[in-house]
């Protein structure tokens, strides 16, 4: 009788103790903030330390990490005036954890500072008959508009100056956002201004106190400098073959990829086989997403040529050229694509070839010997 007692007993205490580990565990719920978002501005978020983790509840947002800062993401509506609520998660480097509710809004602030406030953004004048000059008290290190409606460039040899110009009226205001190498973030909204009189902005003008506000690249090569470049170039001999393009009887290819410090230069053929000249339009060197999704804006950060060699206006019929641009040097972010187009005036063949960074971190070194020496 004994034993029986003490079986029971038994039984009951691990009955006990096994109740008491299946008691639910306490769930609290985390704050989550309500954020808008528009479709024809960039919201960037602006966090205390730099974000480790990004996830977006489904696909009527799109977001990424800014490399260059990494505690400030861009984010995107990819659909206009969706429907409901979505949801952000993010972690940052300190271990916080944020959450937030997002909902359309055309209207909203196309900036959100976490345990913060922003000032109120200014506007900007944009026309399609002007070029509107955005002078920044340092050198840009990241540039972003909110849509297609206007061309952003920074100005040719000048690292702090922004070049703007609607590509055709608009109406609903679109932004510029910048960050200077320091990390000062910048946004502006932008307005379409018909003949409009005030065109150049500086921007701190408190931190520009002297007359000389431009602040020159200095990649600029003087005429000895691009005559030996020039004949360094041509005795090299053509190392790459299958970066190339076909349409129409004319054929598009990348020779070589070449670095000197601070500069890329590209070695191009264009091969004339038709009966029928090649006239140039213009060439175009932008980066951007190697895929772009549905009803998504396509960003393109343009890379303005420094100087070229042997630049033809017109390939004749039947024959070929080699020719040489220089850019300012600079590496392709994760699923993004540098862009060559190059247009045919009055004409059809057009090439849009995608070059990715493997095919530029591989690039030849034009004078290796003096590499490395003060």
Do not use: W
Request: glycine letters at 6%; one cysteine or more.
């Amino acid at each position: 009788m004994r034993q029986n007692r003490i079986y029971i007993t038994g039984i009951l205490l691990l009955f006990a103790f096994l109740s008491g580990r299946a008691q639910q565990p306490r769930i609290d719920e985390l704050e989550c903030r309500n954020l808008k978002i528009g479709y024809e501005k960039t919201l960037h978020m602006i966090f205390p330390t730099p974000v480790k983790y990004l996830n977006m509840g489904d696909e009527n947002i799109i977001g990424e990490v800014i490399q260059v800062c990494p505690s400030v993401i861009r984010l995107k509506s990819t659909v206009r005036d969706f429907k409901g609520e979505t949801n952000l998660s993010v972690v940052t480097e300190d271990s916080r954890y944020y959450t937030y509710c997002i909902s359309f809004d055309e209207g909203a602030q196309a900036v959100y500072k976490e345990g913060g406030t922003m000032p109120e953004t200014a506007v900007l004048p944009v026309s399609d008959e002007k070029l509107t000059h955005v002078i920044y008290p340092e050198k840009i290190v990241y540039v972003d508009f909110g849509n297609t409606t206007v061309q952003v460039e920074k100005a040719e040899n000048v690292n702090n100056i922004v070049a703007l110009r609607a590509v055709s009226p608009f109406a609903l205001q679109t932004n510029l956002t910048a960050i200077t190498e320091s990390g000062r973030f910048y946004t502006f909204d932008l307005r379409y201004a018909p003949g409009c009189e005030r065109f150049s902005f500086i921007v701190d003008k408190q931190d520009t106190k002297k007359k000389q506000v431009a602040i020159l690249e200095g990649r600029e090569r003087n005429t000895r400098q691009k005559a030996l470049l020039e004949k360094e170039i041509s005795r090299r001999p053509k190392l790459l073959t299958n970066i190339r393009d076909e349409v129409a009887g004319m054929r598009f290819c990348v020779t070589n990829i070449f670095v000197d410090n601070d500069i890329l230069l590209f070695r191009f053929g264009l091969h004339n086989r038709s009966q029928i000249g090649y006239t140039i339009d213009f060439i175009r060197f932008y980066i951007q997403d190697a895929k772009k999704r549905k009803k998504t804006a396509v960003q393109q950060l343009e890379q303005q040529p420094l100087f070229s060699f042997n630049r033809p206006e017109e390939v004749a019929a039947l024959s070929s050229c080699d020719f040489t641009v220089a850019l300012p040097k600079f590496t392709i972010p994760d699923k993004k694509v540098l862009i060559i187009e190059i247009q045919e005036r009055n004409g059809g063949r057009h090439f849009y070839y995608k070059l990715k960074n493997k095919q530029l971190i591989n690039a030849e070194i034009l004078f290796p010997e003096i590499v490395g020496k003060p």
